[in-house]
């Protein structure tokens, strides 16, 4: 974890093309401990607090980090650890559920533009606008549920229909990029196997089984068909400016750490600074200055 990852072909997709997940590993090879992995952490997160402060300051840019992954693979815990260190107030968290018959009633990025965190700002969204190209795209009578024009049935959600929510996305993110915000978008890529391991835990710790939903292991049974839908969105919206992030899932702290890092080296990549005053501001602190020392005690 001493190399940069943020231009690492293992981890990062930053264009259209071949994407395939068997390319990428659910486990990071590695000799770290944990212990090791939690102190790596709390060093780049002191660096993001500092970096935070500056964003803020500067107020030129905005980043915007997109969490997707399946359930269980530790979107939650991710977000707690990696950004617990940061000032709540240059921050917005957005957790998006199914929407709602008003959300419905808009376009489908209605909901997630609203949602972009202005400049100076961090913004999460736990769950994203890719839920549109995802659970639908397995799931698609839910499109039906948008009444959308020439879609009456299933047969009507064909290739060419998902080929425009696919250019959609790539619209939106390039004129957020356009427009100042940085975009990071995270896939928790975890196996199957430790999808089970999580969920046989929920349901035998007690304090876990607010967790746990019987759905998930129904949605559990369309893996493949979520996996293939991955790979599509992926390979799909990757680009430069908008870039994929495969992160390894299956131990929560090596994912956590990797988030960190590539957090952390992409506010440093921006290179901002803190504000200079102009030369009438600089004058009007120096009146102050001088204000307060001559105040009598």
């Known amino acids: 974890m001493n190399k940069s990852f ?33 102190e790596l952490l709390e060093k780049d997160k002191d660096l993001i607090s500092d970096l935070q402060e500056v964003l803020y300051a500067a107020s030129e840019r905005s980043v915007l980090l997109i969490f997707q992954a399946m359930d269980a693979a530790g979107k939650d815990s991710c977000i707690r650890h990696v950004m617990s260190g940061v000032n709540p107030q240059g921050v ?30 961090i913004g ?27 879609i009456r049935t299933e ?24 427009n100042g915000t940085v975009i990071m978008k995270f896939f ?16 035998d710790d007690p304090e876990k089984n607010w ?9 559990r049974a369309y893996w493949k068909d979520y996996m293939a ?13 908008a870039p994929w992030y495969i992160i390894p899932a299956d131990e929560q702290w090596e994912s956590r750490a990797l988030v960190g890092r590539l957090l952390r080296e992409q506010l440093q990549a921006l290179g901002l600074k803190h504000p200079k005053l102009p030369k009438e501001a600089l004058a009007g602190l120096q009146t102050a200055k001088a204000a307060l020392l001559a105040e009598k005690k």
Not at 128 to 144: C, D, G, R
Not at 188 to 202: A, E, H, I, T, V
């Open 6 to 38: 943020l231009h690492d072909p293992r981890v990062v997709v930053k264009k259209q093309g071949s994407f395939k997940l068997k390319d990428h590993v659910t486990d990071i090879d590695t000799l770290m401990e944990k212990k090791d992995l939690k």
């Open 92 to 121: 917005q968290v957005h957790s998006f559920k199914a929407p709602s018959s008003l959300e419905r009633s808009h376009d489908f990025l209605w909901r997630h533009a609203k949602a972009i965190p202005p400049k100076g700002f």
């Open 124 to 150: 999460i969204h736990n769950r994203s606008h890719y839920e549109e190209v995802l659970v639908t795209k397995v799931h698609p009578a839910f499109i039906l549920g948008q009444n959308l024009p020439g």
């Open 155 to 178: 047969k009507d959600i064909d290739k060419k229909f998902w080929d425009q929510r696919y250019a959609s996305i790539r619209n939106f993110e390039e004129h957020l990029a356009a």
């Open 188 to 203: 928790l890529y975890m196996s199957r196997d430790q999808q089970k391991q999580r969920f046989l835990d929920r349901i």
């Open 211 to 219: 967790k746990f939903s019987a759905n998930d292991v129904k949605e």
């Open 229 to 241: 839908a991955y790979e599509d969105a992926i390979r799909e919206t990757a680009a430069p400016h």
